[in-house]
C-alpha cells in the first residue's frame, strides 16, 4: 500500500512559480515509478512529468519542458515538481500517481495504481 500526500498548490500570477510536493508512505520505493498528472476542467487526465524513483529516466509534456523540473528527497520519501513560469493553460489539479508495475515510465493514467487527493493550481492574467 502506498500513500500519496500533494501540497504546494495555489493562486499565482502569470509567470510566477510554485513548488508542489508529493508525500508517499509506502515499502520498496525504488521499484516504483513516480509521475505528476494534472486535469483541466472539461479535459482529461493528463501527464505532465514523470520519474523512476530510483534514478535515470525521466519523461516530460512538451509544454512544459524547460519551465518545470523534478527532484526528489529519498530520505523524506518526497518527489517535488518546481514550476515556473507558469501559464494560464498550466491552471488544473495536480495529481502525483505511483505506478508499482514493472515497466516503461507511462504517460497514460490506467498504470498507475495509486493516487493523491491532487492540489490545485491557478494561473490568473
Known amino acids: 500500500q502506498v500513500n500519496l500526500v500533494e501540497s504546494g498548490g495555489g493562486l499565482v500570477q502569470t509567470g510566477g512559480s510554485l513548488r508542489l510536493s508529493c508525500a508517499a508512505s509506502?515499502?520498496?520505493?525504488?521499484?516504483?515509478?513516480i509521475a505528476w498528472f494534472r486535469q483541466a476542467p472539461g479535459k482529461e487526465r493528463e501527464f505532465v512529468a514523470g520519474?523512476?524513483?530510483?534514478?535515470?529516466?525521466?519523461a516530460w509534456l512538451d509544454s512544459v519542458k524547460g519551465r518545470f523540473t523534478l527532484s526528489k528527497d529519498n530520505a523524506k520519501n518526497t518527489v517535488y515538481l518546481q514550476m515556473n513560469s507558469l501559464q494560464p493553460e498550466d491552471t488544473a489539479i495536480y495529481y502525483c500517481?505511483?505506478?508499482?508495475?514493472?515497466?516503461?515510465?507511462?504517460?497514460?493514467?490506467?498504470?498507475?495504481?495509486?493516487w493523491g487527493q491532487g492540489t490545485q493550481v491557478t494561473i490568473y492574467s
Open positions: 500517481a505511483v505506478d508499482p508495475y514493472t515497466g516503461g515510465l507511462s504517460r497514460i493514467p490506467s498504470p498507475y495504481l495509486y
Open positions: 520519474l523512476y524513483w530510483s534514478g535515470g529516466t525521466t
Open positions: 509506502g515499502r520498496n520505493f525504488n521499484r516504483y515509478k
